[in-house]
């Protein structure tokens, strides 16, 4: 196999790339500059060693701990937690949530052999009685997979004295309830509010 | 700018690639083994050095001449010239054309600065005199600046002694009548063949 022929073999692995794609971003390659070419190589082979995990919340980081959990205005007092780094930079963006941050990276699978010990559960509850965290915000997405992840979070956080809350569920703003499901309709039923 | 965020920025820049998808192709890599970035680093980095041009007729290739020149079963009096190096991995899949080839990198462009001169048309008259070939194929695609780039090759080759021939264009094999073009019937029309 030519360099060529492997390059393409290689980026048809990414999530998305067919082979038609992975041979047109070959040939965009082979026109493009070779400078470029070389900073994107290096960028490739050496992110790892440069992008880690933070030990303390899990968010991708230069340093360690990150710069979320290095950041004294930030509220330690409450804790939240997501499954993707991707969820916690979604969320950072909005500006509406001020405390720290735990990304499981992951959700519970036990079909696919996840379980509680590769999501960092014991780290949490460690840092959540420590730390004298108050509330406990569980991000996890609402599917079948993240509220079970909740659900068991939840019950693994019952002896620490902490407040343990769930993201709502409902109807998505500037939705439409013609095109809404129907597990989305019955939790904004059952969670529906008083006008003030 | 972190490492992170440069490499998106990067990523960013493959062609149809949007900044959500160069954030998700980056997180697939932050999961992905050390093991694969690092050959695909090298691989990128690498590239064109070790995949060129061939000198005879602008295949990419590693050894110069390219295999398809160097291939004496091949009829060295035809030569096929197309606009793109995928053109001829195409034209080379239906293994319908036996001769040798001319890629072009592009098609005359006046208002993008694309000259004669940037195909190597010069190159191209040369060769088809001194290889005394005796049949030309213009395979450019059946677009206006295709249709003008051969038409250009056509008249530059009217000194030279060769046969010019262009690719039939009409209706694709399983297409519709009801769903094709204007130009694309025109030109079925004007090539109508009689039956056998």
Known sequence: MGPLEELVADLSRFPGMGRKSALRLAFYFLK???SFLAKLGHE?????ERVRKCSRCGNYTETDPCSLCEDPSRDSRTLCVVEQVQD????QKTGEYQGLYFVLHGVLAPLDGVGPQDLGLEKLVRRVVEERI??????TNPT???DTTALYIHKLLAAAEVRVTRLASGLPV???L???????????????????
């Open 32 to 34: 493009t500059d070779q």
């Open 44 to 48: 490739i082979a050496t992110l790892r």
């Open 88 to 91: 916690l930079m979604n969320l």
């Open 134 to 139: 108050e509330e406990v915000i569980l991000a």
């Open 144 to 146: 079948l997979e993240g």
């Open 174 to 176: 500037g939705g439409d």
């Open 178 to 196: 013609e095109y809404a499901d129907r597990l989305t309709i019955a939790r904004s039923f059952q969670a529906r509010r008083p006008l003030d």
